[in-house]
T-cell receptor, first 113, second 113 residues
Framework: QQQVKQSPQSLIVQKGGISIINCAYE??????FPWYQQFPGKGPALLIA?????SEKKEGRFTISFNKSAKQFSLHIMDSQPGDSATYFC????????????FGSGTRLLVRP | EAQVTQNPRYLITVTGKKLTVTCSQN?????MSWYRQDPGLGLRQIYY???????DKGDVPEGYKVSRKEKRNFPLILESPSPNQTSLYFC????????????FGPGTRLTVL
């Protein structure tokens, strides 16, 4: 049973375009939603995270949008660059046990020059 | 330099031959975790530890053991590896329970023949 569903599995975007990755969760007890970026041969690294008391969080070109009623959250990468080409994972957890992360299946993003 | 190290980085072994993957962090972090990453499944937590001598099962603990005798080390033990444990393994550590402070190691690629 996959508690966090991520789509698409892969994504190709032209340089300068917007990359959008979506995730949906089932457990309404989840209240912490991080996104991770992973380059080939490296471990995942925290990119940006959101808590459900806000509907959007922006850090540079990266924005998380959160829809609590739909139990969905998404990552938007504005002005996508070739250096953004990586695998992106969404995740979810409960704040009282936030070390127990449930990950999505990942999205491989390729940004073409 | 703050880091999580794993050894070995690559390992090919045979079914039933006990092996240990070491994980060490130099940040005095209390929390440590082991994950496995498989295509289409994202990362799944195997075990986690909240402090020395305190460990608990994650989502996929079957076939694995861990120990936390020292704060800096969190080895993963496969007593009788099987081919379905062929995977990419990541160790992670965090200062506290919040993943905001979590660092991942570089990964260990394990193949069980």
């Amino acid at each position: 049973q996959q508690q966090v569903k991520q789509s698409p599995q892969s994504l190709i975007v032209q340089k300068g375009g917007i990359s959008i990755i979506n995730c949906a969760y089932e457990n309404t007890a989840f209240d912490y939603f991080p996104w991770y970026q992973q380059f080939p041969g490296k471990g995942p690294a925290l990119l940006i995270a959101i808590r459900p008391d806000v509907s959007e969080k922006k850090e540079g070109r990266f924005t998380i949008s959160f829809n609590k009623s739909a139990k969905q959250f998404s990552l938007h990468i504005m002005d996508s660059q070739p250096g953004d080409s990586a695998t992106y994972f969404c995740a979810a957890s409960r704040m009282d046990s936030s070390y127990k992360l449930i990950f999505g299946s990942g999205t491989r993003l390729l940004v073409r020059p | 330099e703050a880091q999580v190290t794993q050894n070995p980085r690559y390992l090919i072994t045979v079914t039933g031959k006990k092996l240990t993957v070491t994980c060490s962090q130099n940040m005095n972090h209390e929390y440590m975790s082991w994950y496995r990453q498989d295509p289409g499944l994202g990362l799944r937590q195997i075990y986690y530890s909240m402090n020395v001598e305190v460990t608990d099962k994650g989502d996929v603990p079957e076939g694995y053991k861990v120990s936390r005798k020292e704060k800096r080390n969190f080895p993963l033990i496969l007593e009788s590896p099987s081919p379905n444990q062929t995977s990419l393994y990541f160790c992670a550590s965090s200062l506290n329970s919040l993943p905001d402070t979590q660092y991942f190691g570089p990964g260990t690629r394990l193949t069980v023949l």
